[in-house]
């Protein structure tokens, strides 16, 4: 997924001003906006109030998810998210978005406040026991806390901020041993340690204006657990799966079943020249290409490689 198609999101206590705000933005951004709780109300005829009142909080939260959800599926739009939906929603916030907290004092919030319209939010009491709860919550799923004066100001702050947000985001997998990097058969893999490919890699990122994320792990399941959940949150992979190229069908699994992330397969050495055994990749397949004998060097290609991909 390209950069520019991350969703922005806002979040924040109810009163905020994240419709307000959103709505700015969407004219800053030439991004689509939507307000989670007026496209609730359109689809069900009640506000948000009048259908908690009359069906309850519990079905209240079930269609706030579905509505989510769908808004979810797009594409680089702004999203205004009522005050709860952080709460039950952490999960699907974090695939395809940049979230921003928008945050003002809740005495200035209370302000504002039309009592009749929200009947968890109805005074400063209420605020700042609800704040009590949610406040962790928000600036655990924000990427970012916009604390503006103004809807004005707040909004430029979005944009700002969200700049950085939309930089090509690239996971670096690293499999079993590689942390040996340096002591693990220096002459086939060099005098160089782990921490040094990641420095090398590092500078070529920043280099190129791109957010690269590293994890070496020595157990399979963790690796599967990494790739399944870049879905949504990175634009590319570069995997180096030691052993487990050659026999790892579940790394394979993992990497076909989240192909929205293309994955580029590297190996330090040439293993087309080494023992028959590590000839044999089963993971190859499962990316756009594979890179060997390329040093520290084919990381960086294998980056140049999905960049092209993501122009």
Same mark, same amino acid.
């Given at each position: 997924m390209k950069p520019q198609e991350r969703n922005i999101?806002?979040?924040?206590?109810?009163?905020?001003?994240?419709?307000?705000?959103?709505?700015?933005?969407?004219e800053l951004s030439g991004r689509e906006f939507y307000d989670s709780d007026a496209v609730l109300e359109a689809e069900t005829g009640k506000t948000c109030a009048e259908f908690i009142i009359s069906r309850g909080g519990e079905e209240f939260r079930r269609e706030e998810r579905a509505v989510l959800r769908r808004l979810m599926s797009r594409r680089g739009v702004v999203i205004a998210c009522g005050g709860g939906v952080p709460v039950y929603n952490e999960d699907l916030l974090r695939k395809n978005s940049v979230v921003v907290y928008l945050c003002r004092?809740?005495?200035?919030? !209370? *302000?504002?406040? #039309?009592?009749? %319209? $929200?009947?968890?939010?109805?005074?400063?009491?209420?605020?700042?026991?609800?704040? !009590? *709860?949610?406040? #962790?919550?928000? %600036? $655990?799923?924000a990427d970012f806390t916009v604390t503006s004066d103004t809807a004005n100001e707040a909004a430029k702050s979005v944009v700002d901020g969200v700049k950085k947000y939309m930089k090509?985001?690239?996971?670096?997998?690293?499999?079993?041993?590689?942390n040996m990097l340096g002591i693990r058969e220096p002459g086939v893999y060099g005098s160089e340690s782990y921490e040094d490919l990641c420095d090398y890699i590092r500078q070529?990122?920043?280099e190129r204006g791109i957010t690269a994320e590293f994890i070496q792990s020595n157990h399979e399941g963790e690796l599967i657990d990494v790739i399944q959940s870049s879905l949504g949150e990175f634009d590319g992979?570069?995997?180096?799966?030691?052993?487990?190229?050659?026999?790892?069908?579940a790394v394979y699994d993992a990497l076909k079943?989240?192909?929205?992330?293309?994955a580029v397969e590297v190996h330090i050495s040439d293993i087309a020249s080494r023992e028959n055994w590590r000839q044999?990749?089963?993971?190859?397949?499962?990316?756009v290409v594979q890179i060997t004998g390329r040093g520290f060097q084919g990381y960086v290609d294998a980056i140049d490689l999905l960049l092209e991909r993501l122009a």
């Open positions: 999101i806002l979040i924040g206590m109810p009163g905020v001003g994240k419709t307000t705000v959103g709505r700015l933005v969407s004092p809740l005495e200035e919030i !209370a *302000k504002g406040l #039309d009592a009749s %319209s $929200r009947p968890l939010s109805g005074n400063l009491d209420d605020l700042k026991a609800l704040f !009590a *709860k949610r406040g #962790d919550i928000y %600036s $655990r799923c090509a985001k690239i996971l670096v997998i690293n499999g079993p041993n590689l070529a990122a920043d992979i570069v995997i180096n799966p030691g052993a487990y190229t050659h026999y790892s069908y079943a989240v192909t929205a992330v293309p044999i990749s089963v993971t190859a397949s499962a990316c």
